[in-house]
Nanobody, 116 residues
Framework: QVQLVESGGGLVQPGGSLRLSCAAS????????MGWYRQAAGKQRELVAG???????NYADSVKGRFTISRDNAKNTVYLQMNKLKPEDTAVYYC??????????WGQGTQVTVSS
């Protein structure tokens, strides 16, 4: 009853920008937190950025100063603005949403490839 739809991934040159979106819909009465994770080939999935309902954010050290997470609580949507992208940012990016009283849900993943 909860669905997450991701969009915004693609191929971008080093130094470029992408904006990922993740919209949650369904049986949602509240959201505790939203976040973006990524998993590069051969590597463990890691937290990229997270944001609480109240707006507290945290970032992986590797993306601080380059990525910005934001949310529109009214739309149950979380965004990840990615600037100054590097080849090491290449990964499948997954949205995660903690829905109040229902637990966590994952998006389908979207590929971000940074290459010249």
């Amino acid at each position: 009853q909860v669905q997450l739809v991701e969009s915004g991934g693609g191929l971008v040159q080093p130094g470029g920008s992408l904006r990922l979106s993740c919209a949650a819909s369904g049986s949602i009465f509240g959201i505790n937190a939203m976040g973006w994770y990524r998993q590069a080939a051969g590597k463990q999935r890691e937290l990229v950025a997270g944001i609480t309902y109240g707006g507290r954010t945290n970032y992986a050290d590797s993306v601080k100063g380059r990525f910005t997470i934001s949310r529109d609580n009214a739309k149950n949507t979380v965004y990840l603005q990615m600037n100054k992208l590097k080849p090491e940012d290449t990964a499948v990016y997954y949205c995660n949403v903690e829905v109040t009283l229902r637990g966590g849900y994952w998006g389908q993943g979207t590929q971000v490839t940074v290459s010249s």
